[in-house]
């Protein structure tokens, strides 16, 4: 069984930055793609960036290009999300996601991913 636990959440201004951590227990993490998303209010939830099991490749929505960095740390099983000049529509609850897999193309879509963290709060106030 593979768990998720996000973390670093919270209020922050516009302009400002938050990193999120994603910690994952039960598996070995290191074979596993992983992903963020988000979800807002009355919108569905969509795909921020996903990091592939070795962290050579990234990937970003566009909406997110240049301001949120993916990065991994297998030896620690974390997964992290560094967020940016944040804005007030990044305002979401953020999930991490991960399932195995050791290809150089990750999915950037929900149903690629069997695992999930119940996520973390992320308000950006203008």
């Known amino acids: 069984q593979v768990q998720l636990v996000e973390s670093g959440g919270g209020l922050v201004q516009a302009g400002g930055s938050l990193r999120l951590s994603c910690a994952v227990s039960?598996?070995?993490?290191?074979?596993?793609?992983m992903g963020w998303f988000r979800q807002a209010p009355g919108k569905e939830r969509e795909f921020v960036a996903a990091?592939?099991?070795?962290?050579?490749?990234?990937y970003y929505a566009d909406s997110v290009k240049g301001r949120f960095t993916i990065s991994r740390d297998n030896a620690k099983n974390t997964g992290y999300l560094q967020m940016n000049s944040l804005k007030p529509d990044d305002t979401a609850v953020y999930y991490c996601a991960v399932d195995s897999g050791t290809s150089l193309l990750v999915p950037r879509s929900a149903p690629g991913y069997g695992y999930w963290g119940p996520g973390t709060e992320v308000t950006v106030s203008s």
């Open positions: 990091i592939t099991w070795n962290g050579i490749r990234r």
């Open positions: 039960g598996r070995t993490f290191s074979r596993y793609y």
